[in-house]
């Protein structure tokens, strides 16, 4: 299961930890979703900033684009090994 705390869209800053299935001790890859809905000007999209390497360890530039969908959702997804613990926020950015 995932564990996160956060606050509202854009702001969010959430801490995610990655836990194998009870009486695992084997890491094992987990496929993490991660959705939000923001309205943004024409031109702008969102990236997802984190402290792990599959957010780009704090760097924008190295973050992976969240793709647009229909109600404005923004959605990526990421495979971690479980056990990860990570920070996250979501950043807009002009193109």
């Known amino acids: 299961f ?7 869209p854009i702001q969010r800053r959430a801490v995610v930890q990655c836990v194998a299935a009870e009486g695992s001790f084997k890491s094992h890859p987990v496929q993490l979703t991660f959705r939000v809905k923001k309205p943004l000007a024409y031109g702008y999209s969102l990236v997802l900033v ?8 704090w760097k924008q530039e190295n ?3 969240l793709a647009w969908t229909e109600g404005h959702i923004w959605t990526t997804s990421l495979t971690v090994n479980s056990g990860t613990k990570m920070e996250y926020t ?4 002009h193109k």
């Open 2 to 8: 995932i564990t996160s705390k956060s606050s509202s």
């Open 50 to 57: 984190g402290s792990a390497p599959e957010t780009g360890s």
């Open 63 to 65: 973050a992976p684009k």
């Open 90 to 93: 979501y950043v807009a950015r």
